[in-house]
Nanobody
Framework: QVQLVESGGGLVQSGGSLTLSCEAS????????VSWYRQAPGDQREWVAS???????RYQDSVKGRFTISRDSPKNTVNLQMNNLNPEDTAVYYC?????????WGPGTQVTVSP
């Protein structure tokens, strides 16, 4: 069964750091375009960062310089290192890829940043 599972969320104080991990099973992440999205309560899901099959990275402006997306091929994961977190980063974070052209989402992991 092909699936994505996020981990690493939690509660952190403003200015703190977290590293999220998205683990894939049933597919080889190293060959896929992978994105992180987030959804805060009452808001639409928004794109945060992406990494291409060639490891080119892109970021939403609000996280540039604070978040880093990276691929760990031996572990078949894509990680999101988040530094200098602020309360506006509070959301459920999801990873997404495509499997044979169909979008594939993980169930999400909650990140809460206290003031």
């Amino acid at each position: 069964q092909v699936q994505l599972v996020e981990s690493g969320g939690g509660l952190v104080q403003s200015g703190g750091s977290l590293t999220l991990s998205c683990e894939a099973s049933g597919l080889i992440f190293g060959r896929h375009f992978v994105s992180w999205y987030r959804q805060a309560p009452g808001d639409q899901r928004e794109w945060v960062a992406s990494i291409s099959a060639l490891d080119h990275t892109r970021y939403q402006d609000s996280v540039k310089g604070r978040f880093t997306i990276s691929r760990d091929s031996p572990k078949n994961t894509v990680n999101l290192q988040m530094n200098n977190l602020n309360p506006e980063d509070t959301a459920v974070y999801y990873c997404k890829t495509f499997n044979h052209g169909d979008p594939l989402w993980g169930p999400g992991t909650q990140v809460t940043v206290s003031p």
